[in-house]
DNA sequence: CGGGGCATTGATTCGGATCAAGGATGGTGG
DNA sequence: CCACCATCCTTGATCCGAATCAATGCCCCG
């Protein structure tokens, strides 16, 4: 459990900045806390519908992205017309800083997204003037690269309710506890697409981890962790 | 068929630097050439024999390194055991430049192999002051970043055929041709750890091309391609 | 020339995909 | 406010591909 999503029931009220700037799928665990004041002045808001595109894959790169509110899916359509998702960017995270001349991936909004947009030619010119603004970046950037690995890891070889409990807790953030309501703006096939399953077969997962008395669905854009220990050992060994 | 491997063929008679210098995984496709030429003045020479570790999951960072002959596996290991290979650097390829503090994959020689290393410290010093240095790393993490995306989507919904079949190409590098030899230094296990497979799996694959006229298997460290858009289109879509 | 690690091949099992119905839900218009 | 409809979710039955289990063969190295 290293790929980081905000935990998305504080996360709306809490829009701070943090290094993840520059990766792109999920999101990378914020350092003390305001880092990245150096941009903040280069930000304006957008908003998204359900289901909006924000860029498309080959677009030529304009911007990059916070997420205030809602949650966004990253995604790539295979030849064949598969959809795999590379990663989600919940409130809180930052996205489309890791791409070249062009987007390497197609962004949409999962549901109504808010969203915060810096120019990045703007945030470059004020990289070479500012060292710490650099290292932040660069910090970043390394960061997404072992949360990619860690998603790698844990799909080649994982069970597939090893990968939803994983998932699962993923989605509780940092400090999950017994009790904690998680919230799921994503639909069963977006985290199928996510996990590399299909969406009967998270349907399972989730159905049988309710018989265990693990989680609870009170409906299904929220799920509640009632033993999260279990759900760990579930989970098993992202290490 | 995104993700680098240097052409083994030809590699290691081109130990030219490229700007596959800031990630780990595989490696990064050079661009022109001689990039990097500000640090080329702090590298050493060291040689690992097989099997040997280079350094371990959570050492501490020193040195970032090029590979000039051999090849170098890049895994972890899961608490039950398993072990996950993240990639391979291949001649010219450089790793272990994406780790923070810690690295976060083991790093081992294959076989008999021959490395450049660079103390990161120093590299970072030069960073400081030489902005057109600071762009290569950085564009390097970024092609880094959308390596480990490929593989990923790569992993997730392809058949052990065309898990392999694209593995091969990589081998084989950027311009396959009928009749080329590619080298495989690696072992089967190697190769499965790192596609998500078993090593039986791998194997029957590898003799079902060969039954197909598709490639030839001289020895176990060779494979000669008889058909490339035949291999091509068994590897489908990595779009 | 013998031995030990790899590689290959075959038989069987099993997990998840696929195919096929239902059932819940939320959004819309009457 | 309710009824309807589309969309999404859930469950069940079956199938298939890759894992697993089990030999055997092949090299390479001592």
Redesign the interface.
Known sequence: MREPMIANTAAESTPRFHPAM????PAVRPEPADSFEAIRKFGSVCRFGRNETIFNRGDSVRYAYRVVSGAVRLS?????G?R?I?GFALPGDMFGF???ANC??TAEAVGETTLVRYLRAQVERAC?DD?VL?RQ???M??????E??D???M???QSANERVAAFLLRLAGESPHDGMSVSVPMRRQDIADY??LTTETVCRAISEFQRARIIAVPNRRAIAIRDVEALQDLA????
Request: glycine fraction near 14%.
């Open positions: 520059l990766g792109m799928p790539r359509l295979t030849r064949d598969q795999r590379a890791g791409f070249g390497s991936l070479e060292p650099r970046l660069m910090t950037l390394r960061q997404r690269l072992a990619a690995e998603h790698l890891i799909l080649t070889g996990l590399g098993g060994d992202t290490e």
